[in-house]
């Protein structure tokens, strides 16, 4: 008897609370630590994660990732939609009664304008990723909740544009008034509303009432606070801050694992963020695409990704495209390009005859670097790499600024670099391995046509396993050439408090910041 | 010879600390002459298995983040630390007693031009100076030394120098052997070169060696600071930052060392300086 009554309590008192514990309560403000300040408050003018962690809220989006199920894609202010079956027209239909946080009405022309903004944009506006919508011809807003995209020809990379957090939906009205109404000024549909910025302090949203999804969001706010890393993890240890959505270092996550034990949640996973280098073909000898073989060829990026990961987020091998990712190539596929060979010793020794036979043999190198961790570790990692092939590289490690000037004046050798996508889509991910001259994200100024023609023939791919064919050609062309080469790529750690609830975990710390399902447990 | 062997006896029985010091500093100065002999391993050499390896045999002082062995770049630091301390502490002790000494030999509106200068110098922080003198030179290096590096320390250097060797030039000017100079005829600067610097040599040997130890230590703070010697290069500042910074719960020996190693060369210099300018003072003597 003792036995069942036991028994029903256990079922009672605990089986109850654990699935109560699963049912989103209303409440409470979400303060967290965003790293940078942003420079701007625009979506559209922006490339850092700064201004998506702190806007996102704010704003609504076409079609978006859907919460928990990365990649798929979903309608944000986009109820439903149509796809021709010849992939040239878009046919979207608005949820109604979606509402600016004044509680003016959003339509189509809303959604028109702010892609138009980014296509085509006026003048003293840089849209960042305007190259991402060159394929569409025309918008047209037949009603007040249908836009329909009219493509010039099949992009397979347009689903994953319309559903960028990049590009957020302003006010048509806003914009003809000032069009550059959006960099210092938040209107939106999102689920938060606006409250104050306080620059180099905090950032704060309030729950909008008006959202168009029932129930949402469930915080009543949201306080982002800005401090550098070794304040945020003291902040998450004392509990000043419950979440940091970018990603911690291995030893930042076991420090607060040890200090706090089951009040810190870790979630970890792949990065779609890597560090690779870039070569300036515009100076000798790096013209030579022996020289710069070679010098792919000494670097180690499995030994490099076990060992790094012990001190930094760097930890995984891969190459143009996030390992693991829908597009990515397999270990063995891998194995049998440049610069991938497990057998370090053949590669270093091919290395050393290609430096040989470019007359090389005793190359002295800079290497430009950020100065700031891991940059700085994988730039000693790298030289360590080549000093075995008996190239001696200075390290030049820089500010943000000093680095951004040399970069855009082509002044390095070498340059470290990394890249961030919010998504594993080739066409917004390749675009770092191209020419800086056609794509201002990269960072190497070449002219290789067979490159270029197949980074446009994936985005003009039919279907995704032709798609994935082309991308390993570009893998191959790109490792074979090594304008742009990639090293190792990053692992995300986000720790956050266990009450912080309803958050998605995915390869980009660009996406799900929009924090409308996110809820806190109640103290 | 003889009468070098008396000096040093004198020094050793006068100074026993001075001589501790001196010891040290000869340790740090074979150290970094001798480094290729004296160090187990290749400073700059990776090896991951050997990663935040504690104290023990094989690493005397453990390794760090990369798996270096950390008394092997203490000891290359050696050379790095003194190249950057010695030079820049002759620049800015020679530019500043040049100065210092012409200032006070001419006076007037040589004196008082050259004073307000230095006073606007002064007003500067050492360190704020040094970091401008970077910030604006950048990276110059020649045969592995950044000599904007050794201009950004031996900067601040040269008011505080020219200061003290006027102070003491102004008592040397008034000298009889200098008014006889002057009536034989003699140009200023044969005057300046012959008759008066010889006369400042021992505060200037005194700066000259206290300096080393403010610039081992601004060096240290400019390289901690990101802005001084670079990853890999072994330096003692430098290995007190990036990784140690990260890891100096699990890994407490990688900043133990390297700042013991700034604590005792700062020390010595300063030691042998103080005992160098108690045997060089007369007045001390007495």
Known sequence: ?523 | MRRAVSLFVDFVRSQPLGIVSLVAVLVMVGCAIFAEQVAAFDPEAIDFAAMLSAPGAEHPLGTDAFGRDILSRLIYGARTALAIGVLSSFIGCTLGGAIGLASAFFGGKVDLVAQRLIDMLLSFPIIVLALVVVALGGKFIIAGIDVNLILAIAVPTVPRAARVIRAAALSVREMPYVDAARAAGYSDWRIILRHMAPNVTAPYLILFTAYIAQAILLEASLSFLGLGVAEPKPAWGLMLSGTSANFYQEAPWMILFPGLAISLAVFAFNLFGDALRDWLDPKLKT
């Not at chain 1, 490339?47 to 990649?71: C, I, M, W």
């Not at chain 1, 191959?476 to 080469?485: D, H, K, L, S």
């Open chain 1, 1 to 523: 008897m003792k036995r069942l009554l036991g028994l029903l309590m256990l079922a009672l008192g605990f089986a109850a609370p654990g699935a109560q514990a699963q049912t989103p309560v209303r409440g409470g403000i979400l303060t967290f630590a965003v790293a940078a300040e942003p420079p701007t408050y625009d979506c559209h003018q922006a490339n850092t994660f700064a201004v998506l962690q702190r806007v996102s809220a704010h704003y609504s989006t076409l079609l978006k990732f859907e919460d928990g199920k990365y990649p798929n894609i979903v309608g944000d202010v986009a109820a439903s939609w149509i796809i021709s079956p010849d992939q040239l027209t878009y046919t979207f239909k608005l949820h109604p009664n979606i509402t600016f946080h004044d509680g003016t009405p959003f339509t189509s022309e809303d959604v028109k304008a702010s892609f138009d903004r980014v296509k085509s944009p006026p003048q003293g506006v840089n849209s960042v990723r305007q190259g991402s919508l060159v394929k569409v011809d025309r918008i047209e807003t037949p009603d007040k909740l249908t836009v329909v995209f009219h493509m010039k020809e099949v992009d397979a990379s347009i689903m994953n544009t319309f559903a960028s957090p990049w590009n957020c939906l302003f006010s048509a009205a806003k914009l003809k008034a000032d069009p550059k109404f959006p960099e210092r000024n938040i209107y939106g549909t999102g689920p938060f509303k606006f409250v104050e910025h306080v620059a180099g302090s905090h950032w704060v949203g309030a729950r909008y009432d008006g959202y168009f999804k029932p129930g949402l969001p469930y915080l009543d706010g949201f306080r982002a606070i800005t401090m550098g890393a070794a304040a945020t993890v003291n902040a998450l240890e004392g509990k000043q801050v419950l979440a940091e959505f970018r990603g911690l270092a291995p030893n930042e996550r076991d420090r607060l694992t040890k200090a706090l034990g089951d009040q810190a949640r870790v979630q970890e996973g792949s990065w779609n963020l890597h560090m690779d280098i870039s070569f300036n073909p515009q100076r000798k000898p790096f013209d030579d695409p022996r020289v710069r073989r070679a010098l792919s060829l000494a670097i180690d990026r499995w030994a490099g990704a076990k060992a790094l990961g012990r001190i930094s987020p760097l930890h995984d091998v891969g190459g143009v495209m996030r390992p693991g990712g829908e597009f990515a190539a397999t270990e063995a596929e891998l194995e049998t390009m440049p610069g991938f060979g497990r057998d370090m010793a053949k590669n270093r020794e091919e290395a050393r005859r290609l430096l040989k036979e470019a007359g090389q043999e005793n190359l002295t190198l800079t290497l430009t670097n950020r100065n700031i961790p891991p940059y700085v570790a994988i730039g000693v990692y790298v030289i360590d790499q080549w000093r075995q092939i008996g190239v001696k590289a200075e390290h030049q490690q820089v500010e943000l600024a000093t680095w951004y000037n040399t970069l855009n004046n082509a002044n390095f050798d070498i340059m470290m670099d990394s890249y961030t996508d919010h998504s594993d889509d080739p066409t917004t991910g390749l675009v770092k391995f191209l020419s800086q001259t056609k794509y201002p994200v990269s960072s190497s100024r070449f002219d290789d046509p067979e490159l270029d023609k197949l980074y446009m023939a994936q985005w003009a791919a039919p279907d995704a396993t032709s798609r994935r064919k082309l991308v390993r050609d570009f893998e191959r062309r790109t490792m074979e050439q090594a304008y742009v080469v990639p090293l190792v790529w990053w692992y995300r750690i986000i720790v956050t408090s266990p009450r912080v609830n309803g958050w998605t975990m995915s390869p980009s710390h660009m996406i799900y910041q929009d924090l409308a399902t996110v809820w806190l447990t109640p103290q």
